[in-house]
């Protein structure tokens, strides 16, 4: 069964601090997708990244990071330089391709505050 | 390009009304559609997948009867909530998957539904 655990709830931070936003995640497939979202207050979901199970390859983009570890189940997310527009509740996500229609599970959110 | 919108954005209801939540993709083809419900600071749990043509697959713990979901074309999937009561009062948003790209689902702005 798949799941998704984003074990911080909520994580503050001042400005320009650099924050790790954890994801830990549990499939049987051998083929699967990861994803994190963004939502901010508006609630519209905000894409950042799609990784397949088969590239463990880190990606950066700007001040985003991610690093894919297999062999933990984790795919946790890193801002740079945080700003107070990074504020907002960010979601890690599974979804595994061998289920029927592409099932994504979402894990419970961690809230971002940046402090100016 | 893949946009999905829904309609309305928002809408306050009474007691035992019916509403409608229409999902569209606007540039793109999608042979299956995804409602996802969410609660304030919560995650979203995903209520049904709707493919285009046939009946939805509920997930459990979702009443088929009080959540109608119609798919009736490849850009077009709506949701009704019946006979809607407070505890209906969430977040609701939908996810479509084009029928070309298989592992990638895109979401609409949401849906503030209020009973009061």
């Known amino acids: 069964a798949q799941k998704v655990t984003q074990a911080q709830t909520e994580i503050s931070v001042v400005e320009k601090e650099d924050v790790t936003l954890d994801c830990v995640y549990e499939?049987?497939?051998?083929?699967?997708?990861l994803f994190w979202y963004k939502q901010p207050p508006s609630g519209e979901l905000v894409f950042l990244i799609r990784?397949?199970?088969?590239?463990?390859q880190n990606e950066i983009s700007g001040r985003y990071s991610w690093n894919f570890q297999k062999s933990t189940s984790s795919f946790n997310f890193t801002i740079t330089a945080s700003q107070v527009v990074d504020s907002a509740v960010y979601f890690c996500?599974?979804?595994?391709?061998?289920?029927?229609?592409?099932?994504?599970?979402f894990g419970a959110g961690t809230r971002l505050f940046v402090k100016a | 390009g893949a946009v999905v919108s829904q309609h309305p954005s928002r809408v306050i209801c009474k007691s035992g009304t019916s509403v409608k939540i229409e999902c569209r993709s606007l540039?793109?083809?999608?042979?299956?559609m995804f409602w996802y419900r969410q609660f304030p600071k919560q995650s979203l749990m995903l209520m049904a997948t709707?493919?285009?043509?046939?009946?939805?697959?509920?997930e459990q713990g979702v009443e088929k009867d009080k959540f109608l979901i119609n798919h009736a074309s490849l850009t077009l999937s709506t949701l009704t909530v019946t006979s809607a009561h407070p505890e209906d009062s969430s977040f609701y948003i939908c996810?479509?998957?084009?029928?070309?790209?298989?592992?990638?689902?895109?979401f609409g702005p949401g849906t503030r539904l209020t009973v009061l």
């Open positions: 540039d793109f083809q999608a042979t299956t």
């Open positions: 996810s479509a998957l084009p029928a070309e790209i298989y592992n990638e689902q895109f």
């Open positions: 709707s493919n285009e043509g046939s009946k939805a697959t509920y």
């Open positions: 990784r397949n199970s088969f590239d463990e």
């Open positions: 499939t049987r497939d051998t083929t699967y997708y």
């Open positions: 996500a599974l979804s595994e391709a061998n289920t029927g229609g592409f099932k994504t599970i």
